[in-house]
């Protein structure tokens, strides 16, 4: 490589996304999450996203162990949940109000913009992380929330309409 990997790092933070967490269960039945940016669609007939999911994440061998999790895309007011479950804390869930999703058992977050329970449909190498690609069980979405946004290093919220041009 001729460049750095800091400086790799800063030219993919240019790139905004939205925050999502990312749960599933431990064997034991316990609730894991962690937060991920890399969330995308992949196809709508058969309906699959894809995250992908650090190889030293701790919440990797619950997700190959459960095959199933549910993606609660973050709404502008909950940047706390995204830097919560970006710790490394074994007490993410202290506190954390959720529900058991309905296709899934993987704990889904209240007040998000969207959120998606999935069944893992394959894996792929994808370096310093797995590639998981998902097929969508059930989902939910609310038209009235933005989401929270990542853009270089921080939690960022959509800018306010500011072209005078209502929605509704």
Known sequence: MSFGRED????????ATGVTVVTTRASNGDPVGVT?????S??????????SLARSAYSLGALQD????????????QSDLA????????????GVEHSTGQHSDCPVLPGCVAS????VRNAYDGGSHLIVVGEVLDFHARADAKPLMYYRGAYENLAPDR???SQG
């Open 8 to 15: 790799f790092e800063n030219a993919l933070g240019c790139f």
């Open 66 to 77: 459960h095959r199933r999790f549910a993606v609660n895309i973050l709404g502008e007011d």
């Open 163 to 165: 072209y005078g041009i």
């Open 36 to 40: 991920a940016n890399s969330f995308n």
């Open 116 to 119: 998606f329970e999935c069944q």
């Open 83 to 94: 830097q919560r479950f970006a710790a490394t804390s074994s007490d993410k869930w202290r």
């Open 42 to 51: 992949v196809s709508l007939n058969p309906p699959l996203v894809l995250f």
